[in-house]
């Protein structure tokens, strides 16, 4: 390794959140601040947005070349909707990008009812003008995982409270060497129980690898690639 090699681990922390829902699904209390309420209908939905800053290595023309992607949560997940025993259910997606996602209802649903971004088709059930936005090429999506949580009957209290257990994990991150200046971290908060609460823990999402200096043409090119990517968005 080379003395201008640095091994770095990039780390993009999000706080927990607790909501409470009344029988149409309307949200009423949101206990833990830092998360956006997109919430329409019946459908909950959350998201937070931090940025890992690499413009200090962008300036020294030095990319990041990740080795893997680790998620590490504070807690269980937790949920009281005892009076809507067939929709007990919560997603927890974390995504780190190289271009910035678009931040509205009908796309971070997407993401969360049906499946990840940056496959050629997205899903089966999804109009032409829908599965456009799953158009966004892998390379830029460094780090992705969705968690489905669901109701746990061997935890569950009286009033049907309980520890929710993880009945679906899917990873599908492209683990791409970047030249960006930035990294967009989010987390999005879907569920559609009604009547009643539930809360997430704190997460964290950590990124190990190199901060590195290429030979000028790959760098030019990866730099290249960059932007046309970000031009996708």
Same mark, same amino acid.
């Given at each position: 390794m080379s003395e201008e090699d640095m091994q770095r681990t990039l780390v993009a922390e999000f706080g927990p959140l607790s909501w409470e829902t009344d029988r149409d699904g309307v949200v009423t209390t949101i206990i833990q601040g830092g998360y956006s309420n997109l919430s329409q209908s019946t459908d909950t939905l959350f998201v937070e947005e931090t940025q890992i800053d690499l413009s200090g290595y962008a300036l020294e023309k030095k990319s990041f070349f990740p080795y893997s992607s680790f998620e590490q949560r504070g807690g269980p997940v937790t949920g009281s909707f005892a009076d809507d025993p067939e929709g007990r259910r919560i997603v927890d997606t974390i995504i780190v990008s190289s271009v910035p996602l678009t931040l509205d209802y009908s796309t971070l649903a997407l993401y969360s009812f049906y499946s990840l971004p940056g496959f050629t088709v997205g899903h089966a059930a999804l109009t032409p003008v829908t599965g456009d936005l799953y158009r966004i090429n892998r390379d830029a999506l460094i780090h992705q995982h969705s968690l489905v949580f669901n109701h746990d009957s061997t935890t569950a209290t009286t009033t049907g409270a309980s520890i929710y257990r993880v009945v679906s994990s899917v990873n599908a991150s492209s683990l791409e060497p970047? *030249? *960006?200046?930035?990294?967009?971290? #989010?987390?999005?908060? #879907?569920?559609?129980s009604v009547d009643g609460a539930g809360g997430i823990p704190p997460a964290r999402v950590l990124l190990p690898g190199m901060i590195t200096s290429e030979p000028k043409l790959e760098y030019m090119m990866r730099l290249k690639r960059s932007y046309e990517l970000a031009n996708q968005v």
């Open positions: 970047t *030249a *960006a200046d930035k990294l967009y971290c #989010y987390r999005i908060v #879907y569920s559609s």
